[in-house]
């Protein structure tokens, strides 16, 4: 699913077999890159670090944990849901579409300047999370 | 099914399906007790579908697919002479999960003339000998919660304990048929029989974590069941479906599937180490894995599950589609909160602290909130107000408060009221008791089978 044209940028997502994120139990959530061979495994092993999760997922670098698996071209990560599972303001039960922002993260080009870590615009304020209080 | 004489070489494992009620080939059983099967084992539950189902004490699946599923596995197990073993009946492993699943079982031994001894494990906890153990320090929080008090105990509507194998192998042993157990680990429903007949911790254990979610060990895992054979050294795996293959990567993988560490995995008695496991090819769609590892832990420990209602919520949900809106959709948003807030407190006279809403912009932002880095204006939204009070009728009432304000809440640059979309008249639905899971906890205790309570007798009807 890489990308045709030259100038679009490829992200995580394109290079991967599959990213993909789940619950692992109510109170964590888990992510997975799944990357085709070597050489793709080595590009997600060197993006995916406590930063980049850290900012992509709002947690804090200390509760992450990463686990590389070169045998079979994996890097998953785990950290505390930040919202409790089916609370008022859980909008994925399953945490099973919480991997997207990873997956857009944009791959450095090898011909190209300095890498750019994150796809899309600003940080948008967003996540209507409100009450009385 | 007592041992007799010394272990067997091996143990086959016949796992039809990763969910009762999750519905299989008949082939696929035909195919595992040609395999040579010694037992039948099936997880009827599992947290991930959320609080509500322990909350409740009621099944996520449907009785139809439940007798159906079990009808087929009854059948199998009667004319194999093998045990059936069931874990976490009913989704959240409640006693009413177990009496639910049971009485399905006797119907249908009824009606197809079974004649069985069928064992029931009672998982349910009071929260007052709970509390008990809280208060000689015996209860400990598991990352990344904290430390347990009384009080969210007695919030529970339902409390589980997460039982071992041994509960299942001691209803084995008094000669259950089938076994109908509540709250497991999804682990200890496989693995119970093939500790039972002498099989090594380490292969056993594994063994039972590739094959918890039937077929999503496999290359396609939407064909069904799983087979496993364990044996003194390691053990083999392959799919029930003759089209699908176990591969050394698919079996490896599904360590990571919903874990927070692939490596290790803490059961009550111990730990499951795989790290230094190999995964091997047979052919090309079986896989021999051997070097797992169970440590043993120095104290037994149950995992505990609990569900507290939160409040009592209404759902309500209407379309936008006018690009006006939509161009400046999270101002819009914002004008709905502060102007449903000021309705709340001026109309209803609502203390501020006694509701809680959640206004979710479906199309825009909904999912990921604050984490949505794709900015795009999209063709049209759907918006859903979720609020929570602390009963339906009020809960019920801020929701009609709200109702003209989904229907034609304008920006406030707007000098006239647009109209929007409601889905269907009346446009909010009751949901009743909301839960949330409020324990993420173990006690120690002294024996495995202290805290479940177990029943034999026959099948109904015999």
């Known amino acids: 699913m890489a990308s045709e044209t030259n100038d679009a940028p490829r992200t995580l997502g394109d290079l991967a077999l599959e990213v993909r994120s789940k619950n692992a139990g109510p109170f964590w959530m888990t992510l997975e890159a799944f990357m085709p061979d070597e050489e793709t495994y080595r590009i997600a092993d060197a993006l995916i670090t406590t930063e980049l999760i850290s900012e992509l997922y709002h947690v804090a670098p200390a509760s992450l944990q990463i686990f590389r698996i070169p045998d079979l071209h994996v890097v998953k990560v785990s950290f505390p849901r930040p919202?409790?599972?089916?609370?008022?303001?859980?909008?994925?039960?399953?945490?099973?579409?919480?991997?997207?922002?990873?997956?857009?993260?944009?791959?450095?080009s090898p011909q190209g300047p300095g890498r750019v870590p994150v796809a899309g615009g600003p940080r948008r304020r967003a996540g209507r999370r409100w009450s009385g209080r | 099914m007592p041992d007799q004489s010394g272990p067997?070489?091996?143990?086959?494992?016949?796992?039809?399906?990763?969910?009762?009620?999750?519905?299989?080939?008949?082939?696929?059983?035909?195919?595992?007790?040609?395999?040579?099967?010694?037992?039948?084992?099936?997880?009827?539950?599992?947290?991930?579908s959320g609080p509500y189902y322990l909350g409740a004490g009621v099944a996520k699946t449907t009785e139809g697919a439940v007798r159906r599923d079990l009808r087929l596995l009854l059948a199998a197990a009667r004319s194999a002479r093998i045990p059936l073993i069931v874990g976490s009946c009913g989704t959240g492993?409640?006693?009413?999960?177990?009496?639910?699943?049971?009485?399905?079982?006797?119907?249908?031994?009824?009606?197809?003339?079974?004649?069985?001894?069928?064992?029931?494990?009672?998982?349910?906890?009071?929260?007052?000998?709970?509390?008990?153990?809280?208060?000689?320090?015996?209860?400990?929080?598991?990352?990344?919660?904290?430390?347990?008090?009384?009080?969210?105990?007695?919030?529970?509507?339902?409390?589980?304990?997460?039982?071992?194998?041994?509960?299942?192998?001691?209803?084995?042993?008094?000669?259950?048929?089938?076994?109908?157990?509540?709250?497991?680990t999804d682990t200890a429903v496989s693995a119970a029989f093939a500790l039972m007949r002498g099989m090594p911790p380490g292969p056993t254990w594994h063994a039972a974590k590739i094959v918890e979610c039937g077929g999503q060990c496999t290359t396609n895992p939407a064909s069904g069941g799983v087979f496993a054979r364990i044996d003194h050294r390691g053990f083999t795996i392959e799919p029930l479906d003759p089209d699908t293959a176990c591969t050394p990567a698919s079996v490896a993988a599904h360590m990571l599937y919903e874990t927070v560490n692939p490596y290790t995995m803490r059961e009550p008695g111990g730990t499951i180490e795989v790290a230094g496991a190999r995964y091997t090819a047979i052919d090309e769609r079986t896989v021999r894995?051997?070097?797992?590892?169970?440590?043993?832990?120095?104290?037994?420990?149950?995992?505990?599950?609990?569900?507290?209602?939160?409040?009592?919520?209404?759902?309500?949900?209407?379309?936008?589609?006018?690009?006006?809106?939509?161009?400046?959709?999270?101002?819009?948003?914002?004008?709905?909160?502060?102007?449903?807030?000021?309705?709340?407190?001026?109309?209803?006279?609502?203390?501020?602290?006694?509701?809680?809403?959640?206004?979710?912009?479906?199309g825009h932002n909904a999912i990921l909130g604050e984490l949505e880095r794709q900015p795009a204006t999209p063709a049209e939204v759907g918006v859903m107000l979720l609020v929570s009070a602390q009963d339906q009728e009020t809960a019920t009432a801020i929701s009609k408060l709200a109702n003209p304000l989904l229907l034609h809440l304008p920006l406030p640059t707007m000098n006239y009221l647009p109209s929007f979309a409601f889905a269907t008249s009346p446009a909010h639905i009751d949901r009743g008791a909301a839960y949330e899971f409020v324990l993420n906890h173990v006690v120690d205790v002294d024996s495995p089978t202290g805290m479940f309570r177990l029943e034999i007798g026959p099948s109904h009807g015999f």
């Open chain 1, 83 to 108: 919202v409790v599972q089916g609370s008022l303001h859980d909008r994925d039960m399953h945490a099973g579409q919480h991997h997207v922002p990873l997956a857009n993260v944009v791959v450095p």
């Open chain 2, 8 to 48: 067997p070489d091996s143990v086959g494992i016949l796992v039809p399906t990763g969910m009762l009620g999750g519905g299989f080939s008949p082939d696929t059983i035909t195919r595992g007790i040609s395999l040579g099967a010694d037992v039948i084992a099936v997880d009827g539950g599992s947290t991930d």
């Open chain 2, 93 to 184: 492993g409640t006693d009413s999960g177990v009496h639910w699943v049971a009485g399905i079982v006797d119907a249908i031994c009824a009606e197809d003339g079974l004649d069985l001894t069928v064992a029931k494990i009672f998982s349910e906890q009071q929260a007052g000998q709970l509390i008990t153990e809280l208060e000689r320090g015996r209860v400990h929080p598991l990352p990344p919660s904290e430390p347990l008090d009384a009080e969210t105990l007695g919030r529970c509507t339902h409390i589980v304990g997460m039982m071992g194998h041994e509960p299942i192998e001691h209803a084995l042993r008094a000669g259950a048929n089938v076994v109908l157990a509540g709250r497991a």
């Open chain 2, 289 to 362: 894995v051997e070097g797992s590892r169970f440590e043993p832990a120095d104290q037994y420990t149950i995992k505990l599950e609990g569900a507290a209602v939160t409040g009592y919520e209404t759902v309500s949900f209407t379309g936008i589609r006018d690009p006006q809106i939509l161009a400046s959709i999270d101002v819009w948003a914002e004008f709905f909160d502060k102007t449903l807030t000021e309705r709340v407190a001026s109309v209803l006279e609502l203390a501020a602290d006694s509701w809680a809403a959640d206004l979710r912009l479906y």
